[in-house]
């Protein structure tokens, strides 16, 4: 059964550092997400994209966090500037066109030092 | 999106139902009811989404009631491995952007 798969599994990073948090969406879907759980509060949604741009964010995805698809397979999550309140679990998701149900990733936890 | 209320917790057996409630009594005529879970420390998995009929698929049962202003998840013979966190969450098919908006869910924990 496809799968939506996450690279690193967990990235330590200092403080100021920019990293890259990669994901592999299943592939005919269309639909990319980027959430984040914060270790003991709720998933929270960061960012949704198709079609290439940006179609909905939430207030915590701001100009510190950038996403991309590079290429036909790859969805990537930039923060610049990693700050300890970072520190979270970060979670991609995707879905295909015609159905609303998301497929998530096993996520990667990022700390920021 | 309607909001959603359901209990903190709750126990069971193994291999009796675990029947999970959710109460969204401001629930909207478009909007659907979907469960997902999220086992410790995983990504959320979708479970099941409805209207207004009964679903059913090979992981649970969605048994909404007629003024669809609460449903059930059914897991018909809980196992160990069902041990989760379980969110009901009410959208609109399709909405832009169709973030899910997660709240406290409900701790399941199956015992043996």
């Known amino acids: 059964e496809p799968e939506v798969t996450q690279t690193p599994s967990h990235q330590v990073t200092q403080m100021g550092q920019e990293v890259i948090l990669r994901c592999v969406p299943i592939?005919?879907?269309?639909?990319f997400y980027w959430y984040r759980q914060i270790l003991g509060q709720k998933v929270e949604f960061l960012v949704s994209f198709y079609n290439n741009e940006i179609s909905e964010k939430s207030e915590i995805f701001d100009d510190q966090f950038s996403v991309e698809r590079p290429d036909g397979s790859n969805f990537t999550l930039k923060i610049r500037s990693t700050k300890l309140e970072d520190s979270a679990m970060y979670f991609c998701?995707?879905?295909?066109?015609?159905?609303?149900?998301?497929?998530f990733g096993p996520g990667t936890r990022l700390t920021v030092t | 999106d309607a909001k959603t209320t359901q209990p903190t917790s709750m126990d069971c057996a193994e291999g009796r139902a675990a029947n999970l409630p959710c109460n969204h009594s401001?629930?909207?005529?478009?909007?659907?009811v979907y469960w997902y879970r999220q086992i410790h420390s995983q990504g959320p998995q979708y479970i099941i989404h409805?209207?207004?009929n009964n679903e059913t698929n090979e992981m649970a049962s969605l048994i909404i009631t007629e003024d669809r202003k609460s449903s059930t998840l059914i897991l018909p013979h809980a196992t160990l491995r069902d041990t989760a966190v379980y969110y009901c969450?009410?959208?609109?098919?399709?909405?832009?952007?169709?973030?899910?908006?997660f709240g406290e869910g409900t701790q399941l924990t199956v015992n043996p």
């Open positions: 969450i009410v959208r609109v098919a399709g909405a832009s952007g169709s973030r899910l908006t």
């Open positions: 998701a995707s879905r295909p066109s015609g159905a609303y149900e998301q497929y």
């Open positions: 401001t629930i909207s005529g478009n909007e659907y």
């Open positions: 409805g209207l207004k």
């Open positions: 592939s005919n879907h269309l639909y």
